[in-house]
């Protein structure tokens, strides 16, 4: 059975980031023979025009990083999406496999160690967590990096 990833992204927002970006990503995932659950698509039978529509949206994002085997986020940003990092967080709390894209060169934080707020790492290993860290599109496939092991039942 396939392994589902929650993939948590703010690019749904932007025509351009959804045409040019997200594809990009959801097809790598795929590639290593997961299930992608990418909320934009995933939520587009939701009718945004009725009453209630944001509550629903939220619903059914956070049902899905509950249901999923790991989160996928994209932290770009200073700070990174607010919704990004809710779905983060939940994830975390369910004990979720993490895993964090980042390859906006801002640092937004006060550690030394961490690029971004200290929270947003709290769902990595200690040591290694740099495994768990992607900053290049390329680097998801990456055999020695923890997406792949996890995948392959090496975690």
Excluded at 68 to 77: H, W
């Amino acid at each position: 059975m396939k392994k589902t990833i929650y993939l948590a992204n703010p690019y749904g927002f932007s025509i351009q980031q959804k045409r040019h970006l997200l594809p990009e990503f959801v097809s790598i995932l795929k590639s290593l023979g997961t299930e992608v659950w990418e909320p934009f698509s995933r939520n587009n039978q939701i009718d945004l025009s009725k009453e209630g529509w944001a509550y629903k949206v939220g619903q059914a994002d956070l049902r899905d990083v509950v249901e999923s085997d790991a989160t996928f986020a994209i932290v770009n940003g200073t700070p990174p999406d607010e919704g990004v990092m809710i779905e983060l967080g939940a994830a975390i709390a369910l004990g979720k496999k993490t895993f964090l894209f980042r390859d906006d060169f801002r640092h937004c934080t006060d550690s030394e160690h961490y690029p971004l707020n200290l929270m947003v790492f709290t769902g990595l290993p200690e040591e290694g967590w740099q495994d768990y860290y992607y900053t290049s599109v390329d680097e998801i496939a990456n055999p020695r990096k923890a997406l792949v092991r996890w995948l392959a039942n090496d975690l």
